[in-house]
């Protein structure tokens, strides 16, 4: 049984969030269930069980591999809509906007079958992190579009990227804005070392070495969806190419 890490006490209490078909997650909290209120209890849990729900999406591919295309346009306006929503969140630094990206990107894939902006992340010591993120942080900087504010928070120093424009949400899709949101709305709350523990938990994540890229396809591995013939061939392909089983 997995736990779900926030950092908070022994283990203790049970995640009683329902995943498709009606079943309930079942994963062991870490932090004592009669110190989490009911909201806040499914809130931290909803990150780590909400993937495993599928509903039959047939990942776009080509010679078995997904075909993503890099958007900097959709990832620069991804940062500044994250970035700006992180305002009001005392623990919305570098580590937590980084988390938010990489889990909107590989929940998309999960939901869609694409991710939002084909960005490239890397396996790092505190969790995923987007290989372009700091270039096009900087080119914001550069152009007066924002700035990066160093401040103390729980007696550690971190670094919040301030937007200093409104973010362009034409470049989304209704449902690509509706996992963003998600997103954001499940891991609010959470400061950037509860973020990071629970990106220590995604198969992408865990499979591949440290500075190596993590592959979208790593989001299929062990997710829960309707069981077609085409979608347990594209799983078992994952799988294969991730090293997980024998080709």
């Not at 909201?39 to 909400?50: F, I, K, L, N």
């Not at 570098?94 to 490239?120: E, Q, S």
């Not at 993120?133 to 670094?159: M, S, T």
């Not at 070495?209 to 979208?216: A, L, N, V």
Request: with cysteine.
């Amino acid at each position: 049984m997995t736990a779900v890490r926030t950092g908070y006490g022994q283990r203790s209490g049970w995640c009683n969030t329902l995943r498709a078909y009606g079943e309930p997650c079942g994963r062991l909290l870490v932090r004592p269930a009669t110190q989490m209120t009911v909201s806040r209890r499914r809130s931290v849990c909803r990150q780590a069980c909400g993937p495993q729900v599928q509903f039959g999406v047939t990942p776009v591919t080509q010679d078995g591999a997904m075909k993503t295309t890099y958007d900097e346009r959709k990832f620069t306006e991804l940062i500044v809509y994250v970035a700006a929503r992180l305002q009001g969140d005392r623990s919305g630094g570098a580590t937590k906007l980084n988390k938010v990206l990489f889990f909107a990107d590989f929940a998309h894939v999960r939901r869609a079958g694409r991710p939002i902006t084909g960005a490239t992340y890397q396996k790092l010591v505190h969790g995923p992190a987007a290989r372009r993120l700091r270039p096009v942080r900087d080119e914001l900087i550069g152009k007066g579009e924002a700035e990066l504010c160093e401040e103390e928070f729980l007696g550690y120093q971190q670094h919040r990227l301030v937007p200093l424009r409104q973010p362009d949400l034409t470049v989304f899709t209704v449902d690509e804005l509706a996992t963003i949101d998600k997103v954001l709305a499940d891991l609010d709350g959470l400061n950037g070392r509860q973020v990071s523990d629970l990106s220590h938990e995604e198969a992408g994540w865990r499979l591949v070495e440290f500075g190596d890229d993590i592959p979208y396809e790593a989001a299929l591995v062990g997710a829960r969806q309707v069981s077609t013939p085409t979608s347990q061939r594209l799983e078992r392909e994952a799988a294969e190419r991730l090293g997980l089983i024998a080709s």
